[in-house]
């Protein structure tokens, strides 16, 4: 997939390699609208913002899950470091939830290491 910049970017197959035939219609939605075409807009918002945007979003819900992790990978490549992330979800947690938070940052220090 080519994004708006014409950066290369890894087409996603997570919706059809979960669903399968079980539903194909929000497999496609999540794999070729969700990202794309909405992650692949770069020029509109950079990967970075949007992986923040995700994360926030996820976090305030208090998705503490697969998703989550998933989201953590993809904006640690998308550039958030470790630092970022841990002031990202400090800032978080005095807007949705301080459980919310403690609950993620389990998840954070896997994923950017100890």
Do not use: C
Not at 2 to 24: C, I
Not at 40 to 54: N, Y
Not at 107 to 112: G, L
């Amino acid at each position: 997939m080519v994004t708006t910049s014409g950066k290369v970017v890894a087409k996603q197959t997570a919706g059809r390699r979960v669903l399968g035939e079980f539903a194909p219609t929000f497999a496609h939605l999540n794999d070729d609208v969700l990202f794309g075409e909405v992650w692949s807009r770069d020029l509109e918002l950079p990967a970075k913002q949007r992986s923040i945007i995700t994360i926030t979003a996820l976090v305030s819900q208090g998705l503490i899950s697969d998703a989550l992790k998933a989201h953590f990978e993809m904006g640690k490549k998308n550039g958030i470091t470790k630092d970022e992330i841990a002031e990202i979800l400090t800032h978080i947690a005095f807007y949705a939830g301080w459980p919310k938070v403690w609950g993620a940052f389990p998840i954070a220090k896997e994923v950017w290491g100890e």
